[in-house]
C-alpha cells in the first residue's frame, strides 16, 4: 500500500463522512415535508464518487446522474447551495428550479445531475471532446450505472470516446439494481468493466466500497487520459444500504446481501484508513465529524431561510423562451 | 375490429384509473394471446403506477416482460413484434422517455403502413405516462402529445376517468395502428364508475362530459377534472358550461366539438401542455373555420406557460392552468370580467 499523508486521508474521511451525513438529514427533511419528489440516496456508494474525485483536478468536469448528491460533494460543494436546492430555494445551485434530480455546480466543474438514465455518457463524451479540441488538460468524468450501461447511448458514446482517444473516464457505479430489477435480469454479462473491452478501451472491475482503491485506480486512468492514452472505463462493484428512492423499502433485496454491503461499509472502512494508517485517534476522527454535522446544521437553518424565486424573478428568466 | 356495442351499461362499480388500465390489459390478454407486455419494472414490480400489478402471476415472463433500460430498443423490439403480427403493449416510464424512441415510433411505426403499400400493419400500443404536479421537475413533467399528434400515422389516446381509460385502452389493442396511450400521472388514483363488463370505447368520439348552455370548454386528460371543478364553480354562478373531452386526439372528434361550440356561440381549449404549437392551437384553428359565423367572442386557449416545468412546487404550480384561469376565461368569453 503506498504511503497516504493523514491530511489526505481525513480528507477522504470528511468527504465520505459529509455524504453519509448529508443523506440521513435529506431524508429527514423529506420526511418533514421540506423536501419534495424525487430523492435518490448515494448512500453506500459514498467511496466511489469520493475516491474518483480526490483524483481529479479543479479544471476537470464531473456528470452526474439522478443518485448524485455524492459527487456533487466530493467536488466540494457548498453544502448551504445545495440543501438549499432540494428544498428549492432561490439561494440553491440552480435558484431551486432544478432540485436533487438536476443539481449541478459549474463553478466546481460539475456538469449536472440528469434525470435520464444513461443521457450524460455522451454528454460527458462531449465535454471531454471539447476540452481536446481547446487544446486545454481537462478529463470529464461520467458517473453512471449498472442501468445506464445498458442504454444505447452508453456503448455508442463509448465507442466515440474511443476512436477519438477522448480524455474521459467513464465509471460504472454498478449497485446491482436498476430500481427493483436486479442486473443479472438486465444483461447476461453482469462484470461490466467487459463492455469496454470489445471496444478497445481500458476497462478494470474494482471494489466500489474501498476508497482507496477506487482512488489508485481513478488516479491511473485520469493520468492515462492526460498523456491522450484514454478513455477508461471503471466498473465500481457497491450497493445501495436501502431502497431505490426514499420512498422504496427495497423488499426485494436479499437481507444477506445488504448485510454483507454493510459489513463492508465505505464509511467504515474510510474511518479504519485514517485510523489504521493515518494514525488519528478516536477523538480526532469524532472532531472531523462534529465540524461536518455543525457544517450541516447551519447548511439546513440556511436553506429553511431561504425563500423561494418569486414568479417575477422566474417569469424575468424563461423570457424569450 | 369487432365493435361491442359502446358504453351505456346497466350496472357500474368504482374504481380507480390505475385498476381500470389492468383490468383491460387482463382481458385483452386473456381474449387475444399475442397481446404482450414489456417495460421497466413492468413485471415483478407490477409498474410504477401499479397498472400491470399481478399479471406477471397471471400470464407469466414470456408474456410479461421487465426490460433493461434500453426505450429505442425495448420499442424497436416491439415495433418488429408488432410487424409480425403481436400485439405488444410497451410501457414507457415517463412520456419524457419516449423521446429516446422517437425512431422506432415515428420513422419506423407510424410508415409502415404507407411504405408497404398499405399491406404492413403495426398493431403497436406505448402507454406512458405525462404532467407535471408531482415536483419531479423538468425531465419527469412533461406533456408533449402536440409531439405525437403532429406525426401521421399515429393514433393518440388521452383518457381522464377510468370508464374511458378501460375503453380507449381496450380498443387500443385491437386496433391494427400504432397508438399513442397517454396517462396523467395524477389521475392513478382518481376514482370513477367503470361499467361491468366488457365494452369498448371506439376512437374518435368526444363525450360530453357536463352539458351547459353559455360556453363550451375543451379539455383532455387531468385538465378535464379541473374543468369539471371549474364549471361548478361557475355554475354558482349562474354560468353554465358545457365540458367536452374528445377522448381520443386523432382521430379527433372534431364534429362533436363543433357541435357544441355552434350551441354555445363560445369554446374555451384548456391544455396542460405549453401553448405554443399545442393541440389547443389547432383545435382553435378548426373551430373558426368550421363555426366561424357562430362565434360570440374569440376562442380563447388556457395552457401551460411556455418553459420548461421548474422544481419549485410554487412555481411549477404557476405554469399549470389553474381552476381560477379557467373561470376567467370562460368570463371572458361572456364579457363578464
Ligand atoms: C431513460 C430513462 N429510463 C427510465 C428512467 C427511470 N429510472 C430512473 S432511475 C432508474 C433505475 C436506475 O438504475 P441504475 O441506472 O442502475 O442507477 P441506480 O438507481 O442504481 O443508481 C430508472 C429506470 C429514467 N430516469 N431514464
Ligand atoms: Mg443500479
Redesign the interface.
Known amino acids: 500500500m503506498a504511503n497516504y499523508s493523514k491530511d489526505f486521508l481525513a480528507q477522504l474521511y470528511r468527504t465520505l463522512y459529509t455524504i453519509r451525513a448529508f443523506e440521513a438529514q435529506g431524508v429527514r427533511l423529506y420526511r418533514q415535508g421540506l423536501i419534495?419528489?424525487?430523492f435518490h440516496p448515494y448512500t453506500g456508494q459514498e467511496a466511489i464518487a469520493t475516491g474518483v474525485c480526490a483524483a481529479l483536478a479543479d479544471r476537470d468536469y464531473v456528470l452526474s446522474t439522478h443518485r448524485g448528491h455524492g459527487h456533487c460533494i466530493a467536488r466540494g460543494a457548498d453544502l448551504q447551495r445545495m440543501v438549499a436546492e432540494l428544498l428549492?430555494r432561490r439561494t440553491g445551485y440552480?435558484r431551486?428550479?432544478?432540485?436533487s434530480?438536476?443539481i449541478a455546480d459549474l463553478s466546481k466543474g460539475n456538469l449536472g445531475a440528469?434525470?435520464?438514465?444513461?443521457a450524460n455518457v455522451p454528454l460527458g463524451v462531449g465535454a471531454a471532446l471539447g476540452a481536446k479540441l481547446r487544446g486545454e488538460d481537462r478529463v470529464s468524468v461520467v458517473f453512471t450505472s449498472d442501468?445506464?450501461a445498458?442504454?444505447?447511448v452508453f456503448f455508442e458514446a463509448l465507442n466515440l470516446a474511443a476512436v477519438w482517444s477522448l480524455p474521459a473516464l467513464i465509471v460504472i457505479e454498478n449497485n446491482q439494481y436498476?430500481?427493483?430489477?436486479p442486473i443479472h435480469?438486465?444483461?447476461r454479462e453482469t462484470d461490466l468493466y467487459k463492455r469496454g473491452i470489445g471496444l478497445g478501451v481500458e476497462s478494470r472491475q474494482i471494489n466500489g466500497n474501498d476508497v482507496l482503491e477506487v482512488y489508485e485506480h481513478a488516479r491511473e486512468a485520469v493520468a492515462r487520459c492526460r498523456e491522450g492514452r484514454g478513455p477508461v472505463l471503471l466498473e465500481a462493484v457497491t450497493y445501495r444500504h436501502g431502497g431505490h428512492h426514499v420512498n422504496d423499502p427495497g423488499l426485494?433485496m436479499p437481507k444477506d446481501r445488504i448485510e454483507y454491503y454493510r459489513a463492508n461499509d465505505p464509511v467504515t472502512i474510510g474511518r479504519d484508513y485514517l485510523a489504521d494508517l493515518g494514525g488519528a485517534t478516536d477523538e480526532e476522527i469524532r472532531s472531523i465529524e462534529a465540524a461536518v454535522e455543525r457544517e450541516l446544521e447551519n447548511a439546513v437553518a440556511f436553506a429553511k431561510n431561504s425563500p423561494?424565486?418569486s414568479?417575477g424573478e422566474?417569469l424575468a428568466l424563461?423570457e424569450g423562451? | 375490429m369487432v365493435a361491442i356495442a359502446t358504453e351505456i351499461p346497466t350496472a357500474c362499480r368504482v374504481m380507480m384509473y390505475r385498476e381500470a388500465l389492468n383490468e383491460a390489459l387482463r382481458e385483452e390478454m386473456r381474449r387475444d394471446p399475442k397481446v404482450f407486455l414489456l417495460g421497466e419494472g413492468i413485471a415483478q414490480r407490477g409498474g410504477s403506477y401499479k397498472v400491470t400489478e399481478g399479471l406477471l402471476e397471471e400470464f407469466g415472463p414470456e408474456r410479461v416482460l421487465d426490460t433493461p433500460i434500453a426505450e429505442a430498443s425495448f420499442t424497436g423490439a416491439a415495433v418488429g413484434a408488432a410487424m409480425t403480427g403481436m400485439r405488444p403493449v410497451v410501457e414507457i416510464l415517463f412520456i419524457d422517455f419516449a423521446l429516446l424512441a422517437m425512431d422506432p415510433i415515428v420513422n419506423q411505426a407510424a410508415k409502415y403502413h404507407l411504405m408497404t403499400g398499405g399491406v404492413g400493419r403495426v398493431p403497436l400500443v406505448v402507454r406512458t405516462q405525462g404532467g407535471a404536479g408531482g415536483c419531479l421537475a423538468a425531465q419527469h413533467s412533461q406533456s408533449l402529445e402536440a409531439l405525437f399528434y403532429h406525426i401521421p400515422g399515429l393514433k393518440l389516446a388521452m383518457p381522464s376517468t377510468p370508464k374511458d381509460a378501460k375503453g380507449l385502452l381496450k380498443t387500443a389493442i385491437r386496433l391494427d395502428d400504432p397508438v399513442i396511450f397517454i396517462e396523467h400521472k395524477s389521475l392513478y388514483m382518481s376514482k370513477g364508475e367503470v361499467p361491468e363488463g366488457e365494452y369498448l370505447i371506439e376512437f374518435g368520439q368526444a363525450e360530453v362530459k357536463r352539458p351547459g348552455r353559455d360556453a363550451t370548454v375543451i379539455a383532455w386528460s387531468a385538465m378535464v377534472p379541473k374543468c369539471m371543478s371549474a364549471a361548478e364553480k361557475l355554475s354558482a354562478e349562474g354560468i353554465e358550461v358545457e365540458v367536452v373531452d374528445p377522448r381520443t386526439l386523432v382521430p379527433l372528434d372534431a364534429e362533436r366539438l363543433i357541435q357544441s361550440v355552434r350551441k354555445t356561440r363560445r369554446a374555451i381549449i384548456v391544455q396542460e401542455a405549453v401553448r405554443r404549437g399545442g393541440v389547443a392551437s389547432d383545435i382553435a384553428s378548426i373551430i373558426q373555420h368550421e363555426a366561424f359565423d357562430y362565434l360570440d367572442a374569440p376562442v380563447e386557449i388556457i395552457a401551460g406557460r411556455v418553459t420548461p416545468i421548474p422544481f419549485t412546487l410554487t412555481l411549477e404550480q404557476a405554469c399549470m392552468p389553474q381552476e381560477d384561469d379557467i373561470v376567467a376565461a370562460v368570463k371572458r368569453t361572456l364579457g363578464r370580467e
Do not use: D, K, P, Q
Open positions: 419534495r419528489g424525487y428549492g440552480c431551486g428550479l432544478g432540485g434530480m438536476h440528469n434525470g435520464i438514465v444513461g442501468g445506464g445498458n442504454n444505447g436498476a430500481v427493483s430489477t435480469e438486465a444483461t426485494y423561494v424565486l414568479t422566474f424563461i423562451y
